[in-house]
């Protein structure tokens, strides 16, 4: 893999900066061979900045080249989202809902989503509607990417947040999986979290479509995903697993997302 | 001419000093100046002078009246009439901050530097920088007193002075100005008076009266300034005869000039005058600039005064003050600039080269 | 008789004085003769009247302390103390002679005065006489982006051990700026024994209480010595008052001979208690709204920043500091988004805060109970700008927080030193962290607007303007009262000069050099401390990646951080302010 032989080709510092700041991660003097820090959580591969910027290109290639490569295009996402990924965090700290997801760090996954308990509940209600996407994909939440090159903690759980909500985005827009809603979908994200990957696939994921579907995209999908985008409020300080029981409706309008036109 | 003699008149009347001062040889009451064949020979002179006014052609013949004047014979006519009616035009703005003599305002305090520091290095005052009047019990003659610049701030330091100008606007521009400084109107022990007549008329209505009177009188002075004058008179020679004259024995002269050098003319004719426009365009007529040397042998052959100093002094584009040079004996005057002067770095011949100092002593009395 | 009231209406101001004067003989001056001799007569007998103005050669409006640093400068000179000074002043002067401070409050008016200042404060004899217990050293100062946390920090060696930078140099040389002599003796003078120059201070902190204390003391001392200078306190200036000056014809009038001087042209200081001055030279101390700058008509531009400073008392437990030596001496000061947080340091554990803010943060902060202020400004110093918007928003209108602040803080700064502390891997330093704020000291809150203000001129014929009347300044550099100070040595110098030379010290003439000395020096200081204020006024992405980029870059550079050391120290001059 890509990633496993970059992290192991570590070479050794050319020179060493004589001062370092912890907080400049902008831009330093120190080596750029050399990777910033240490092993910060499980499945943390620390990558020097020149490794990083091997990283990006070569996984925006590889998911430009091949739109399926899951892994790539998470690889791209944590490379270049640094100072987004601290503008997301940020935003959830100033919301009261947000900090608590911070603070208290919730994973999704199938166990304590409870499925079981959502399939129980009634059409239309969240959760349920929920389950019915993740049947119908055939995905579970259990199969994301885990974050490995995102050089901050909490940060990095932001990342793993992030691609962890992705599925309730689905579910709170209606928009189906294919190829141009998905596009549509990266718009609107990119219109509310600004990341770079975001911005990425909105601009180089319509290149690989069909004229019908470029068009569906450009003329329902993106002036949609444009409006909602910025009129919703943050879904990255959404705690999804508190509005399982509401109805779908109702999440909507209290997040101030209209349901995407269906086609 | 715009000048009636009638309104000459009437404002000599409102000008009292004039009265007062030129009451003559001592007579100093008010009543007393109105004594006929007194007040004629004053008037004289200043009709004479007053024919230099702005509106007067110097070319035609009406200065009729000043030639009908006994005592004002073209022998001792030392200033040139253009110069007279140049500066008349000016006098109005005089003081104005931002005025065509603002160069000269910024000159002033180091002229007055020099003045003291000379006097303190002959031992004409003691040492004394930190006393209020440090100039009081001196009588000083100013030459050229313009609006009474120069005078005004030797009176503010104690001085008892009589400054002399050529221009009846002159004259009044400071005697004005004079009245609106309590210090020099009783408030202090200075005292500043002004008479508009040229050195040699001074000298010239008095001619009759016995030198030694004269003296007795108080009409010579301890100090006899004349800064930036002579390049403006016809008869240098006569000018500085006179100007000895009027100096009493061991008294000191103070003289001021500008260099006849290439550089003096690129800098105070080009430059001040056409380029930058810091002085009025005519200001300065460089033939008649003298040099150092040629000013230092006038002294001593005519004014009867061994010189003691020369020194430079220039204007500092970058701090926008004059500022004084070394002079040539290396010493340097000007404490305010200290050793650090921008000035001091350029040699005595340099320095000298544009305007510059000089003073000289006369002898003591046999 | 034409009479210049202080109001808006007083426009034609002192230029058109000068101006009357040139044109007394013009028809039209003349055709008012009658009207203007009945009117000298009116002031002749209002002459006689027992509210006959007073002469001074200086009358300064203004008691504060640029004010009073004036009246001390002009009693201490050679020939400046022989002339007669009046010093105005609306509220108390004299009782800040008896100020006694307990050992254990500090008042929240705290300056911090540069080598200059002190060294001007040494010469006019006031820095005897302060208490050295409560001056105190500012041996470093670390600065720092709130946003990226790029830093810089200054520490008194840097300062004066390259003191000959390569510009310095170069400059002294070619005589623009002092001679290296002078410079050095001034150095000698500011600092304690001249022999060792790196371990001098920075500045030194002190109330202004306590300034004005030592400038009281040498007041009266001065006055003892038989100094004419006499201090009207509680006493308000009701209005200033100029006569519209036609000298020729005063002349006429007067009898032959008179010796009664024309002061038409001074300004005439009416005193609420019916006392009237009239002034050869009228100086306007009196601070940002200056009555003084009104009257002579000069136009004072600039802006009020949405800012206000809050500033307070406290009370820290150096050993929380990480910082060398426990941080004590140490000046913190941390630019945030909404603007910059000082803490300065003062003996005895205390510190000053200077907390520029927007206006409504800064009400709420006053409101907040002591114990959670001292939570939220040691969050100032280390939290997020993203957390502290949250805690500024959960401020209740009745000033109580709505979240447990305490609580709040320690987990964010639980992540972030875990945070810092695996990132600090392989790292040579990690930033020292200021004191923590342990106390506030009662009703010594107080939120003040800011300002940047710049008068057109310092100067016009008998006026001149010093400290706040001339210019306002943002206080993030701790420079307003040491701008001010440095006119007052600049103005008092002036005059000194102007008397040995003989000159009317209230002519525009004699004050040019003071105008023309101080306006682009402080002109250059407000605009970096405006520009600076700016830059840090945002927390825009490209904006705070350049600032830090540049701030990063100067801190690794010695000699320009040299220069900007002793450009804020106020020992890089403009070129004749060494010599006196």
Known sequence: MLSRTLAQSSTKPLFLAPRMTQCATLFSFRSPLQPPTERLYEGHVPISPFQRTLLAVGSAFAALHNPHRGDMIAALGESTGGIFLRRIRDQMLKDPEGRRILRERPKITSESMQLDKLRQLPDGIFGREYVRFLDDQQVSPDTREPVHFVDDEELAYVMQRYRETHDFYHTLTGLPVTVDAEIGLKWFEMVQTGLPMTVLSSFFGPLRLSSQERERLFNIYVPWALENGSNAKSLMSVRWEDWMERSVEEVQRELCVKPCPQV | ?366 | MATHILSSTARSGFGSRLHSVATCRLPLARSQLPHRISAIRVQSTTAQDTTAPEQYDVVIVGGGIAGSALACALASGKASSTQKIGLIEAFDLSSHAKWSPRPDQYSNRVSSLTPKSVAFLKKIGVWAELDPSRVAEMEGMQVWDGVSGARITFDAANATSTRSSFLHQVLSTSGLIGNPAADLEYRDSSFNDGSDIKSSPLAWMTENLHVQYGLQKQILGHQERGVKLDIFERTKVQGITVKQAYPTDADVSAPAGSTAADVSDWPVIELDNGKKLQARLLVGADGVNSPVRSFASIESLGWDYQQFGLVATLKVDHLTSTAPGNGVGIAWQRFLPTGPIALLPLNNGFASLVWSTTPKIAQDLKKLPASDFCVLVNAAFSASPAELEYLYKNIGPDGQPLVDFQQETEWRAGVQDMEAFRTAFGSSRTDAKPPKVIEVQENTRAPFPLRMRNSNSYVEDRVALVGDAAHTVHPLAGQGLNQGLADVECLARVIEQGLLSGSDIGNIHSLTPYSSERFLPNLAMLGTVDKLSKLYNTDLSPIVWARSLGLTAVDSMGPIKTEIMRFAMGLEDAPHSNRS
């Open chain 2, 1 to 366: 001419m715009s000048y009636s003699m009638a309104r000459i008149s009437s404002r000599i009347s409102f000008l009292p000093r004039i009265n007062a001062a030129t009451a003559a040889h001592g007579l100093r009451s008010p009543r007393l100046a109105r004594v006929p064949g007194i007040q004629a020979r004053i008037s004289g002179a200043r009709v004479f002078s007053s024919t230099g006014t702005p509106h007067h052609s110097s070319t035609n013949d009406n200065n009729t009246s000043a030639s009908s004047e006994p005592h004002s014979s073209s022998s001792v006519y030392t200033v040139n009439k253009e110069e007279i009616a140049k500066f008349a035009a000016m006098s109005d703005e005089w003081w104005a901050p931002q005025g065509p003599f603002k160069m000269l305002h910024l000159m002033n305090p180091p002229r007055i530097r020099y003045i003291r520091s000379r006097l303190e290095a002959v031992g004409t005052i003691s040492s004394t920088a930190s006393k209020r009047f440090p100039l009081q019990g001196l009588r000083v003659l100013d030459v050229g007193c313009g609006g009474g610049l120069l005078s005004e701030s030797l009176a503010r330091l104690g001085a008892q002075v009589t400054g002399l100008d050529a221009s009846v606007e002159n004259v009044q521009m400071a005697l004005i100005h004079a009245k609106k400084d309590p210090l020099l109107n009783g408030g202090g022990p200075g005292s500043v008076e002004y008479r508009h007549q040229t050195a040699g008329n001074l000298l010239r209505s008095f001619e009759f009266v016995d030198m030694e009177q004269l003296v007795e009188e108080g009409l010579q002075f301890d100090v006899v300034c004349s800064l930036e004058v002579i390049e403006h008179v016809d008869n240098p020679a006569g000018f500085l005869k006179v100007l000895g004259d009027l100096l009493k024995p061991n008294g000191d002269l103070i003289l001021s000039t500008m260099s006849r050098t290439k550089l003096s003319y690129f800098l105070t004719v080009l430059c001040a005058e056409h380029l930058l426009r810091m002085v009025p365009v005519g200001t300065h007529h460089w033939s008649k600039f003298i040099n150092p040397e040629e000013l230092a042998a006038g002294v001593e052959d005519l004014a009867k005064c061994q010189v003691v100093n020369i020194q430079g002094i220039g204007f500092n584009p970058l701090s926008g003050q004059w500022e004084l040079t070394r002079s040539r004996d290396g010493s340097n005057v000007d404490s305010s600039t200290g050793s650090g002067g921008w000035m001091s770095l350029l040699g005595s011949p340099m320095a000298e080269a544009v305007n510059y100092f000089l003073s000289a002593k006369k002898a003591p009395a046999p």
